[in-house]
Structure formats: structure tokens, C-alpha cells
């Protein structure tokens, strides 16, 4: 059988390349793998009514973190890790000393939740200021911002309470008056300070509770107060402006001292209401204890010019005293009068002068004496 030779036919391709066989993609049919990528199939023709598949953007990969960056993440993670355990430690402390150890769960989870970023007081106190245990804790500070006083806050409140505590226990009050913060709020709320209540004690409780019985008789006459209720009167009187009241209370101390030496040494005695008018006002005018008993003992000494006679203007015990004090004129000039007239009619012979006095007929006034 020959061999049949193709080299003289002509099969129409004379003009055909490789090139001339390329797609719109540029891929050749004799390209590895052609007809099998996706590339290839776009060119073929699609039908109108094939449904496509839509492309979805796939999101770019986050940039990774530098280690620097990182780095300050860490730091400052740490950092509040380390701040909430120091304030844990801080703020458990305050609460043990506010007494208010109840709160620390609370004030825990206000750390954790990151809602306490600040130790300071302030902050601290403002957080959880409006919790029933701290109200009740620091009561006095509700009555006092309701007077128009500063709410004070806790260290002040405590320190107060100490100093309140110092100065009772200094003073030698019974233990029973500060064994107790509560028994210091009525003092908070009035805005009384530690240096007021030492006045009250210096010159009004101890001046009644240490005097002798007469003041304390004159106390209760006076003023209807017992030794069973001095401490109370005097350090826990209820005004609403203490300044006022304590001057009103010490004055009245020194009036009983002053009624006592007008009985002692003057042998007067006036009415409740009467002797507290005049012995307060003597009080106001501070009239030292020497000058008080010297006064007294002049009035004791007056005998019969205490004794109104035919002529002459009549004085009250008060007059008298007012007139041995100095503090009334004109009962000082009337009692000058009848010193003169008992003076005169005893260089007259008159016998009533002479039975009168001291010793031989001498009359003795706050004004001199007669011969």
C-alpha cells in the first residue's frame, strides 16, 4: 500500500497562526488547561435568561498590630488592673473607718464596672453618698444643709466627733456622754463647736456642779434644775442658733452664783423672778466673784438704812443692791441721803443712830461710814 503524500494539498489554512486562535481573553486553545478556567468560559455566549451569580466583596484583612502599639495596650491594661486592686485595698480602709463596712460589695462591683476612676474623697463620697447607710451614718449633715449650714464631709464629720469625745472625757463628763457617735449629731446639726462646748463646761456646768450647795439650791430655784440635770442643761440645750443659748445658759450659772452670795452674805432674798432679772443683768456686766462678795457684804451691813423711815423715798431690796453695784443713780443717791440723815441725827443726840452699826454706833454704807 503507498503512502499517499498531503505535502501538495491545499486545506485552507494558509493563512491560519496561532495567533488568529486566540479568544478575547488572549488565551490560545493550545494553552495548558484551556477551557477548563473561568477566564475561557466568559467568552462563550450566555443565555439571556441563565441567571448570573453575583460577586461579594470579601472584606480586607485587618492590618496587624505593631508591637509598640501593642505593647502601650498591655500598659495600660495593667494599669487599671493595678488601680482597681489599690483602690479596693484604699477604699475598703475609709469604709472601716466611716463605720460603713457594709458598702464595700457595692463599692467593689462600682471598681469593677469602672464606674470609680478616682479616689479622691469627692469622687469617692459622691458615689455613694445617696446609700441608705451612709445617710444614716452621717445624719447630722441632712439637718444641717436644711439650717443653711456646709454638709461636711466625712473626715471633717469624724474629726469633729473626736474632738467632741476629747472634750468631755478631758473634762472629767461622765463616760456615758460620749460613748456614743449619735450623741454628738444634735451638736453637728446646731453647728456647735468642740471650743463651745469647753466654755459650757468651764463656766457653766462646772460653775453650778462644783459650787457649794447654796448655788445649787439657787440653780433649782431659779431655774427648776437639779444636780441630776445639770450636765444635760448645760450641754445639750436645744436652740436653734447655740451661739445665743450657750451665753444665755453660762449667764444663768452665774446668776445662781450671784443669788447665793446675795443670801450668804446679804441675807436677801427676792422672788424667783425678780432675783433672776436682777442677777442676770449683774451677770452681763461682769462683775468679778471679789467684787460680788464685797457688794454683798455691804448690804449686809446697811442694818437699819434698809429700813424706810417718815421722809424718805422707799427703796427695794433690788434698789439697794443696784445702789451698792453702782448701776442705778438714784438709788444710790436716796441711800446717800439716808446715810446723812442717820449721820445727822446721830451728832444730834437722837438714839436711834447709836443702836445701830457696827460698834459704837457706826453706820456703814457702800458710799463710806459715820461716826
Not at 488592673?81 to 475609709?94: C, W
Not at 458598702?103 to 469622687?123: C, H, R, W
Not at 446715810?339 to 463710806?368: H, K, L, M, P, Y
Amino acid at each position: 500500500m503507498s503512502m499517499i503524500n498531503f505535502d501538495d494539498i491545499d486545506f485552507g489554512f494558509g493563512n491560519l497562526t496561532s495567533d488568529s486562535l486566540r479568544d478575547p481573553q488572549g488565551r490560545s486553545p493550545i494553552d495548558p488547561g484551556y477551557g477548563t478556567d473561568a477566564a475561557t468560559k466568559v467568552s462563550s455566549p450566555v443565555n439571556a435568561t441563565t441567571p448570573t451569580t453575583p460577586t461579594v466583596a470579601t472584606a480586607p484583612a485587618a492590618p496587624a498590630i505593631d508591637p509598640y502599639t501593642q505593647f502601650l495596650q498591655q500598659q495600660t491594661d495593667a494599669q487599671k488592673e493595678q488601680f482597681k486592686a489599690d483602690a479596693r485595698v484604699l477604699l475598703s480602709s475609709k469604709l472601716k473607718d466611716y463605720g460603713l463596712d457594709s458598702l464595700t460589695p457595692f463599692v467593689y462591683q462600682l471598681i469593677g464596672e469602672e464606674k470609680l476612676t478616682n479616689t479622691s474623697d469627692d469622687a469617692f463620697v459622691s458615689l455613694i453618698k445617696d446609700q441608705p447607710e451612709y445617710k444614716t451614718r452621717f445624719s447630722g449633715n441632712a439637718a444641717r444643709v436644711k439650717s443653711g449650714y456646709t454638709e461636711l464631709m466625712p473626715s471633717t464629720y469624724l474629726k469633729l466627733e473626736q474632738s467632741f469625745k476629747d472634750t468631755l472625757k478631758s473634762n472629767g463628763l461622765p463616760e456615758n456622754f460620749y460613748d456614743q457617735n449619735s450623741d454628738f449629731t444634735k451638736w453637728i446639726e446646731g453647728d456647735v463647736s468642740p471650743s463651745e462646748i469647753q466654755q459650757r463646761i468651764e463656766l457653766g456646768y462646772n460653775a453650778v456642779a462644783n459650787a457649794d450647795p447654796e448655788v445649787k439650791r439657787q440653780m433649782k430655784e431659779l431655774y427648776g434644775v437639779s444636780d441630776a440635770d445639770l450636765a444635760a442643761y448645760f450641754l445639750d440645750p436645744t436652740s436653734a442658733k447655740p451661739i445665743i443659748e450657750t451665753k444665755k445658759i453660762i449667764r444663768q450659772a452665774q446668776a445662781a452664783n450671784i443669788a447665793a452670795r446675795a443670801v450668804e452674805q446679804g441675807g436677801v432674798s427676792l422672788a424667783s423672778e425678780e432675783a433672776k432679772t436682777l442677777y442676770e443683768d449683774l451677770a452681763s456686766r461682769g462683775f468679778s466673784p471679789a467684787e460680788i462678795m464685797a457688794a454683798f457684804q455691804d448690804v449686809g451691813k446697811l442694818g437699819e438704812l434698809k429700813t424706810t423711815l417718815s421722809g424718805e423715798t422707799a427703796l427695794s431690796q433690788q434698789d439697794i443692791i443696784k445702789a451698792e453695784f453702782g448701776i442705778d443713780t438714784g438709788s444710790t443717791l436716796e441711800l446717800e441721803k439716808r446715810r446723812r440723815r442717820r449721820v445727822a441725827e446721830f451728832a444730834g443726840g437722837g438714839g436711834f443712830a447709836r443702836t445701830q452699826g457696827e460698834t459704837s454706833g457706826a453706820v456703814t454704807t457702800s458710799v463710806g461710814k459715820a461716826q
